[in-house]
């Protein structure tokens, strides 16, 4: 093709017809300014191409990624609420008159009640803030992501804190009675009646601590399943 322009203009050349000659460099011109317009846009169409893809791509990591962090949070919220009344049947029995001391503590250790900590499955959307590409997703998304990975923190601090505070006065507890169980035994002693009623206070005090963790691990839970869910609903109806 370019063989038979160069073919054209040393005809014209020749012919010394300078006015045509000039006509067809401009028309020359314009052809190649066109093909590089539509060279362009062919680019720049792929280009936003593969964004869309990779946008989509994320988009549906995100929403497995909702959507195992929604079934993690029900089986904790499960778990929570089965502990909750294995410690609500204690304190109900501790309301009871004329028990000794003995079975409140020898009740009170065999609640089957524990820690629970929550780990969120975000992965995704902390791999797109740390790669940078959260501009694949638009404003109404991100913020929704951020709001929602906020929301995943406070609870994981909560949890921490509250957990700590549990943690804390079974040390204390632990002062009185000793560990394991058996220390007194161990010396052939018996624990006086004080350390007994101590020890009681710290394990009651421990077991409010689990019943807040329970408490917020709930509620807190239930808001990250709506936040989650819309977020899902968002992620899905809008476009990139």
Known sequence: MIKF???????????????KYIIYAIGEIILVVIGILIALN???WNEERKTKLS??????EIVNDLVIDTLNI?????????????????????????VPIEKFIDSSKNIR???????????TFLDMQSS????????????????????????QIIIEKVISSSLSEMNERNRFLGYP???FDKFGKTASENNKLQWL????????????????????????????????????????
Request: net charge positive.
């Open 113 to 123: 009640a524990g820690y629970l900590r929550y780990i969120p499955v975000n992965h």
């Open 5 to 19: 322009f160069r073919k054209i203009r040393q005809r014209l050349l020749i012919e010394n017809k300078l006015s």
């Open 42 to 44: 062919i680019n720049n």
């Open 201 to 240: 206070i710290h394990q009651h005090l421990s077991l409010n601590r689990n019943m807040e963790l329970y408490y917020f691990i709930e509620k807190r839970g239930e808001i990250i399943k709506e936040m989650s869910k819309k977020t899902i609903l968002i992620l899905k109806e809008n476009d990139t």
């Open 132 to 155: 940078g590409n959260t501009n694949l997703l638009n404003k109404t998304q991100r913020n929704l992501l951020i709001d929602l990975s906020s929301e995943h923190e406070q609870l």
């Open 74 to 98: 029900n089986t904790l919220i499960l778990k929570a609420n089965d502990y909750k009344m294995n410690v609500n049947n204690y304190f109900s029995y501790f309301n009871q008159a004329n």
């Open 55 to 60: 946008a989509q791509n994320y988009i549906n």
């Open 181 to 183: 169980d058996d220390f």
